[in-house]
T-cell receptor, first 112, second 111 residues
Framework: NAGVTQTPKFRILKIGQSMTLQCAQD?????MYWYRQDPGMGLKLIYY???????DKGEVPNGYNVSRSTTEDFPLRLELAAPSQTSVYFC???????????FGPGTRLTVT | DAKTTQPTSMDCAEGRAANLPCNHS???????VYWYRQIHSQGPQYIIH???NNETNEMASLIITEDRKSSTLILPHATLRDTAVYYC????????????FGTGTKLQVIP
């Protein structure tokens, strides 16, 4: 199993540009999550999904959108990128309630 | 969700046991204690979790006090590769699983 994969690893965006961060898992997990981590800080939950077609907001959803059309994929969309979105983005998945989360390697995004 | 309090940083000599405390005084009866760690810029890694009994796996031991208001993660023989930020998290066992990561404890293992 590849586990949780994320692409790209690095990206530089100009202010106002848009992009999609890709996340995929091959463990047939129902739950998937997107976090952001600013320098020296803990992780903050952006969005999560409990299954295909079901998503919900986390702690810091503004400026982001998600979709979950399949069990495997959970892309995160940034519209109109802003410098405040400069961060490392982690995707995670879990089997369900009470199970541990598996994290991807992260995407380092810089908005200038 | 219950909040957790952890020391900002700790040092441990290589080969010695690392004991990382966590306070979760507002934990409720159906909330688990989870521990994750994050090694320099990598994605967090699950270590162990428990409800009220002490737990042990190949990575660590988790000691939860009888009143469940605090816990200690024990790395029995710390190595340099255990240098990381350790997060203590409390999770509700029912409903949607929202996870809140604080700033954790930065453990530095010293040769």
């Amino acid at each position: 199993n590849a586990g949780v994969t994320q692409t790209p690893k690095f990206r530089i965006l100009k202010i106002g540009q848009s992009m999609t961060l890709q996340c995929a898992q091959d463990m047939n997990h129902n739950y998937m999550y997107w976090y952001r981590q600013d320098p020296g800080m803990g992780l903050k939950l952006i969005y999560y999904s409990v299954g295909a077609g079901i998503t919900d907001k986390g702690e810091v959803p503004n400026g982001y959108n998600v979709s979950r059309s399949t069990t495997e994929d959970f892309p995160l969309r940034l519209e109109l990128a802003a410098p405040s979105q400069t961060s490392v983005y982690f995707c995670a998945s879990s089997q369900g309630i009470g199970y541990e989360q598996y994290f991807g390697p992260g995407t380092r995004l810089t908005v200038t | 969700d219950a909040k957790t309090t952890q020391p900002t940083s700790m040092d441990c000599a290589e080969g010695r046991a690392a004991n990382l405390p966590c306070n979760h005084s507002t934990i409720s009866g159906n909330e688990y204690v989870y521990w994750y760690r994050q090694i320099h810029s990598q994605g967090p890694q699950y270590i162990i979790h428990g409800l009220k009994n002490n737990e042990t796996n190949e990575m660590a031991s988790l000691i939860i006090t009888e009143d469940r208001k605090s816990s200690t993660l024990i790395l029995p023989h710390a190595t340099l590769r255990d240098t990381a930020v350790y997060y203590c998290i409390v999770l509700y066992s029912g409903g949607y699983q929202k996870v809140t990561f604080g700033t954790g404890t930065k453990l530095q293992v010293i040769p």
